[in-house]
């Protein structure tokens, strides 16, 4: 692969490190500030805005984590990738709306699960069991549980990237020219997130530790195994079934949304050399606010009429979907018939205006409120300090 670099990503990313240097001299000025620390997240904890919750949080450990897996994404390695990527504009391939999502600073933000890592990191602190503690800096985490923050970034990345690759056949995508555009997208893909991964798999060698290793190669084959669960169109979009209920989107959840966040909480726990039992919490901890995101990451499509108008597509096994079919078993025979596995015509509108008619949005909102306070309770386990209040701030700004 040619190491040339092209002028645009050669600027940007020299954007993002000066940004990323004077981002640092900030925190360090601001960290000598003890008296104002307080009164900053007293501020912070009447709004729980999302944004501001995030960057206190950051403020915090030190780090813009924001940019965790965009800077590997800019390596000289990945330029020439990366210039294909103009290639794609128009075509609609999934990959762009993912790297627009890299950069989006907003409550959609993807990368945030690393910061949630450093701050409990920094919440729970370091026991003498800790073999690195002499690299504990100013923020509070050792080098190795920022490195294992930029491996769940990297991870969670690199899936979502996988996930939008598409299935192109002569039947689904008859112009040939859309075809040979959506399969260099489909090669993008596979190369940005195998890079990822790849990046990840190396991070996490070098943090030596097997435990950790294995905790954290659970939540990969757990992503995997949750792409095979339930039916799909020939598109590979989830379909409904009579079966779903809680217990089944909670079990694919916990596979595609909780186990990352969790074992990395887990394993940030274990490089400090805290004890199982607490380690256990800290699973626990991660695992319901990684379920409280998928519940609001779902509810959007029926709470946020900006961004979805009416028609918008959204997933037939989503939380609020479930819920509504639970009480009309008889419809889902009709609405798989007009489906007829492809759902790219299918009437999204009136199965929306089915669901807000009863109580399916509510009940979702309750399960958010369920995973969010059992997150809140687990964190009273780590003390009280700035990081669990960040902490906090966070799960409230999920729960709206």
């Excluded at 294909?84 to 075509?91: A, F, I, K």
């Excluded at 659970?218 to 095979?228: G, L």
């Excluded at 319901?288 to 597509?313: R, T």
Aim: overall charge negative; charged content about 20%.
């Amino acid at each position: 692969m040619s190491r040339k670099l092209i002028p645009g990503a050669c600027c940007f990313r020299h954007l993002v490190c000066n940004f990323e240097t004077k981002y640092a001299r900030t925190l360090a000025s601001q960290a000598s500030v003890g008296a104002s620390t307080s009164a900053t997240w007293s501020a912070s904890s009447k709004t729980h805005d999302w944004n501001r919750a995030v960057l206190d949080g950051e403020k915090l450990v030190g780090h813009p984590t924001t940019f965790f897996s965009l800077r590997c994404l800019l390596s000289e390695e990945f330029t020439s990738v990366a210039m294909n990527l103009r290639r794609l504009v128009g075509t609609d391939h999934p990959i762009l709306k993912t790297a627009k999502r890299l950069v989006y600073h907003g409550r959609t933000n993807m990368q945030t699960r690393g910061l949630i890592v450093l701050l409990l990191s920094k919440a729970a602190g370091h026991t003498s069991a800790c073999t690195d503690i002499n690299s504990v800096g100013e923020a509070g985490v050792t080098t190795r549980q920022q490195t294992l923050a930029e491996i769940t970034e990297m991870i969670h990345t690199s899936h979502l990237i996988h996930r939008g690759i598409l299935n192109i056949s002569p039947t689904v995508v008859p112009d040939e020219n859309s075809r040979e555009d959506l399969q260099l997208g489909n090669k993008i893909s596979i190369l940005s997130g195998d890079y990822l991964l790849a990046n990840a798999c190396k991070g996490l060698a070098d943090l030596r530790n097997c435990k950790v290793v294995d905790l954290i190669s659970k939540a990969i084959a757990d992503f995997m195994q949750a792409e095979f669960l339930g039916e799909h169109d020939k598109h590979g979009n989830p379909l409904p079934v009579k079966e779903m209920n809680l217990s089944t989107w909670e079990e694919k959840s916990v596979l595609s949304a909780g186990s990352l966040l969790a074992n990395s909480c887990k394993s940030t726990l274990e490089l400090a050399g805290f004890d199982e039992e607490l380690q256990r919490k800290a699973f626990e901890f991660g695992e319901n606010v990684g379920l409280a995101w998928q519940v609001y990451s779902e509810l959007l499509p029926f709470v946020d009429n900006m961004s979805y108008p009416a028609g918008s597509k959204f997933d037939l096994t989503s939380i609020p979907v479930i819920f509504h079919l639970e009480k009309n078993q008889s419809k889902v025979e009709s609405l798989r018939e007009e489906i007829n596995e492809d759902v790219s015509s299918f009437d999204y509108e009136s199965l929306h205006k089915s669901i807000m008619a009863d109580d399916s949005v509510q009940k979702s909102k309750d399960l958010l409120n369920h995973y969010s306070q059992q997150a809140e309770n687990l964190l009273s386990l780590f003390g009280s300090s700035a990081a669990t209040k960040a902490l906090s701030n966070i799960i409230c700004s999920i729960r709206g």
